[in-house]
């Protein structure tokens, strides 16, 4: 018994339970069908229409993350290997001691302890500047205020020693 092909109007012999005259139309109707859902789907219940999309863009994107994986293991290898090949190939002397080292971006000594002495002579820096006998009054007041602060101190524990608590009210 011939039977007509639902997607070409082929004719073909019939098999059981089948609509279409071969795999070509079988899947041109399986899309079809698939479309159709979907915009039944998404007509009739918009909420769950935006679930399968995400659902189906998300299996899409997990899809190209397999497929790339390797080769972006790949690129990143080589990238990591080639900033540590260009690191060994540039060194920089210390500004404090003249020492070398794998030269850094924005880095000018080459360890903790010349980092501070750098810091230092920085901070020091400004009063360096000045005038010298301007610097010997400053260098003079910053000892008295260190020397008065640290007398008044004293001061008070000895109080505290003769007059107990009653010293400090
Ligand atoms: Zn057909
Ligand atoms: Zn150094």
């Known amino acids: 018994m011939l039977k007509e092909c639902v997607v070409c109007g082929t004719e073909f012999p019939c098999g059981p339970g089948q609509i279409t005259c071969g795999p070509k ?3 041109v109707r399986a899309r079809a069908k698939r479309r159709e859902y979907k ?15 995400r659902e189906e863009k998300r299996r899409r994107m997990a899809r190209e993350r397999e497929a790339t994986a390797g080769l972006r293991a790949e690129m990143a290898a080589r990238r990591e290997r080639e900033k540590l090949e260009l690191a ?13 080292f794998p030269a850094k971006n924005n880095v000018k000594t080459c360890s903790e302890d010349c980092w501070l002495e750098r810091l230092r002579e920085v901070r020091a820096r400004p009063l ?7 610097r010997k009054a400053k260098k003079r007041e910053y000892y008295y205020q260190y020397h008065a602060k640290r007398a008044a101190a004293l001061e008070l524990i000895n109080d505290i020693k003769e007059k107990g608590i009653e010293a400090l009210l």
């Open 25 to 27: 139309c079988r899947d």
């Open 128 to 134: 360096r500047k000045l005038d010298p006998a301007v």
């Open 88 to 100: 060994a190939s540039k060194v920089r002397h210390c500004i404090v001691c003249g020492n070398s």
């Open 39 to 53: 915009n039944r789907v998404r007509s009739e219940n918009p909420e769950k229409y935006r679930a399968q999309k």
